[in-house]
């Protein structure tokens, strides 16, 4: 053996990288282990809802990953998120195609000091009427937030927000009025559409804005030449919402999409 090694040299070489290699997988394999620790996860939210289509919690999933999405076959959003997809609009050349992701105009939220101490929401998903609903109870007032994707005008996801009063123990009591505070948090510029400059107009007692905008890489260049074209419509979203001493109010917020800006724009009316 030795002399066959001596007149090869070739052979010998590979046969020292070789046991080499060997050393070093049984010393990876016999030490290794002490250098790898396993993270804790966060503990998810508990469903305290007795309804078997409905999943309650008094508080939302520390991961983002794991929040509730509402579509309707048309768009679709994760709920709080900002982004909302729209069905057969992709952005990218080949395998590297995605979902374009369009800006969420219908990402209404409460202000932050009605959902954290003193106050203690309740966050829940209807799986039944694909319905997400945010409840707050305060000392003058219930605060209830639905989002939902429209199941008859399938263009248009719908944020209600519900603010009831509540009777005071004294009826001469005088309240002065509710004030909620709220903001409208679509994100940032989108990477996959090319939007224009939003426009403004009254439509159906209500100010509403919108925007057109196109797929910046179309899917394939010889079976889909142009970019998709995509028009978007929302509900102008105010710095928050006055209700009077007594009685209830529904603020209605909406964001309409579609290839077609006249059957985009007829949605918002309709809805």
Known sequence: MLAFLSRN?????MLGLLAVAALLVVGLTTKGGTHYSVRKPEPEPEDISHDPFVFSSYSLP???KFMPSIGNG???TDVFSEAVYM??????????????????????????TLTHHPYKPMYSL???????????????SVVTQKIYAHRFYTRALINQI????????DPNFVHHGIWISIK??????????????????????????SSCGHTKIS????????????????????????????????????????????????EMING
């Open 62 to 64: 520390t991961d983002n």
């Open 9 to 13: 040299k070739q052979a010998a070489a």
């Open 219 to 266: 899917e394939d260049s010889e079976y889909q030449p142009q970019s998709k074209r995509v028009c978007a419509y929302w509900t102008s979203v105010p710095d928050h919402l006055v209700v009077p001493q007594h009685g209830s109010r529904v603020f209605t917020f909406a964001m309409t999409l579609d290839e077609n800006r006249t059957v985009a724009k007829q």
């Open 162 to 169: 519900e603010v009831a009063t509540k009777p005071h123990v």
């Open 87 to 112: 069905n057969g609009l992709y952005n990218g050349r080949w395998g590297r195609s995605r979902r374009a992701r369009i800006p969420a105009w219908a990402n209404v939220r409460l202000n932050s």
């Open 184 to 209: 409208l948090m679509p994100g940032g510029d989108s990477d996959d559409v090319e939007f224009k400059e939003p426009s403004a107009e009254y439509i159906a007692g209500r100010y509403v804005w």
């Open 126 to 140: 209807d799986t039944k009427n694909g319905v997400f609903v945010v409840k707050v109870e305060r000392e003058r």
């Open 74 to 76: 048309h768009l679709a």
